[in-house]
């Protein structure tokens, strides 16, 4: 049997006249992050929402930990799904925002996980604000604090940092990274930028004219010469090279 903790088996999602994905078969391991990318209307925010149970497949099945979640209610899968525009409940504090999955799942010591997930974020002096009193890069990180303090079983992330400012949105990539190996999670990450996604991701899977490549690796994907990768070292060695003979 397959030790795979997430595993798409041969998904096909059409819209309209438009097969958006075809035979989409992928495997992720407990613990991994999946940076996924391809080009605008590939089909990455379809087949996240389709894990997350949002959007529903024409054919294929997906498994967690070896069980069905394609015939589960969203609720039930214990997935997060975190897109681009970190939705705060608007009426809530940053403190209260992040304790609210855990007092639906009638957590214990709340006060004290929220404020350690608070400090996790940097944000140990914030928890009393409003949403509209914080700035994007703080509001997105309580977004992700929310969406971690319960400890999904699969996070979903759709271009979360697509908004930030380059410098916060490296933070927010060192910060990802450090939460997601606390905590053991296991994570998709859609991105447009190449390098966000070496950066993020264990390992990187592309979806071109609707099917999906899991490379084996993250040097398998250095080495496809699609990948872009060698695109963008020639493109920094020609601007060395000419600054080198002004
Ligand atoms: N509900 C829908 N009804 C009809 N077509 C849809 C629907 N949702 C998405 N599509 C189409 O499916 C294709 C894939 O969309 P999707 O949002 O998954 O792409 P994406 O790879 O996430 O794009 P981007 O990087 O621009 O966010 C697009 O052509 C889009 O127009």
Partial sequence: ?????????????????DQILKGINLELTKGQTLSLIGASGSGKTTLLKIVAGLESADQGKIYLRENRIDVLAPQ????????????????????????????????????????????????????????????????????????LVIKPQLLLLDEPFGALDPEIRSHMQKLFKNLVSSQNLTAIFVTHDLKEAIIIGD?????????????????????????GVEDEILFWKHLKNETNED
């Fill in 1 to 17: 049997m397959s030790q795979a903790f997430l595993r798409i088996h041969q998904l096909d999602k059409q819209f309209g006249q």
């Fill in 76 to 147: 039930q899968r214990k997935i997060i799904y975190l897109y681009q525009d970190a939705l705060l409940f608007p009426h809530l504090s940053a403190f209260d925002n992040i304790a609210f999955g855990l007092k639906l799942q009638k957590a214990k010591h709340i006060p004290a996980q929220v404020n350690a997930m608070l400090e996790k974020l940097g944000m140990q002096d914030q928890g009393h604000k409003m949403p509209d009193q914080l700035s994007g890069g703080q509001k997105q990180r309580i977004a992700f604090g929310r969406a």
């Fill in 203 to 227: 390992n990187i899977a592309k979806i071109e004219q609707g099917n999906l490549i899991q490379y084996d690796s993250k040097s398998a994907f250095y080495q496809d010469e699609k990948s």
